[in-house]
């Protein structure tokens, strides 16, 4: 039985690669956390900046609980099962009028998986439209092999290499507008991508980059997970990584490091430049 997401939107998810919108919380639930977001980028600045937003749900109680949503995971199950880890999580967040955009890529082309079988949610914590930036996806791109990407390392480009996929049919292209509070969900191989911030307000975004079931294994890199619901992984080599017991719990912290230099290591691989991010 289906715990959140209904069939038709199920059907949606593996037909055109993506489920949007789901609503996760109230609009002032969502400010609210991006408000909280940023308080810890004023109070600790060596943890939260530009170059350091991966995995802060490892540093942060409000972004664990997050990443431990009922409806989020709920609705992870009725896609992926009921044995979920977490990979990674990402913050994304645009400036006003900011130039960064995101290029055109598919999410596990440089995951290191054995299999391309994960899903994201992206929650929106502030509005998310075309004119603040928001996520576009190709439909049914998914279904297609993971497609030549072009690293340029592009100054304003969020992604790490800056990786794009050429000739993408732009007209196919369709805008995720979410209101604070919602969230939409897309699988690893999807096209997808977003443009410059040209607002006067600054959109905040969470990723939770991905949750797989137990069928996926790290075969690049330290399998590391956070473990969210259901059975552990029994494998050898296998580490689950623990929950903040408060704001930058210095175990979980330490912790921190060593995901994103495993992160960084994965990401990177087989690559000349690597960013500090």
């Known amino acids: 039985m289906l715990k959140v997401l209904t069939q038709q939107q199920i059907d949606q998810y593996h037909e055109q690669g993506f489920i949007s919108p789901i609503r996760v919380m109230s609009e002032n639930e969502a400010l609210f956390i991006a408000a909280e977001i940023a308080r810890v980028e004023g109070e600790y600045p060596e943890e939260i900046h530009a170059e350091s937003r991966n995995n802060l749900h490892l540093s942060f109680t409000f972004l664990d609980k997050l990443a431990h949503h ?28 900011s130039k960064h955009y995101v290029s055109w890529h598919q999410d596990t082309t440089y995951m290191g998986f054995n299999l391309n079988d994960c899903a994201t949610p992206w929650i929106a914590l502030t509005p998310s439209n075309e004119e603040t930036g928001c996520m576009m996806m190709i439909p049914g791109s998914h ?8 690293d340029t390392f592009a100054e304003n480009n969020i992604l790490t290499r800056g990786q794009v996929v ?16 919602e969230m939409s969900i897309h699988c690893g191989t999807i096209i997808h991508g977003s443009r410059e911030n040209k607002s006067n307000q600054r959109r905040v975004g969470f990723a939770l980059q991905s949750y797989v079931g137990k069928h996926i294994k790290q075969i690049v890199g330290k399998e590391l997970w956070t473990h969210i619901r259901g059975q552990k992984r029994q494998d050898f080599g296998v580490k689950y990584l623990h929950r903040p017991q408060y704001d930058m719990d210095p175990e979980t912290v330490s912790e921190r490091k060593i995901a994103d230099e495993n992160l960084s290591n994965i990401l990177y691989k087989g690559s000349k430049i690597k960013r500090k991010y």
């Open 143 to 150: 279904k297609n092999a993971i497609q030549h990407h072009e």
């Open 70 to 97: 009922n409806t989020i995971v709920d609705a992870m199950e009725d896609i992926i099962g009921p044995d979920i880890s977490l990979w990674a999580s990402v913050l994304f967040a645009k400036d006003p009028n």
């Open 166 to 181: 050429p000739n993408v049919d732009e007209s196919q292209a369709v805008s995720l507008i979410l209101k604070p509070g």
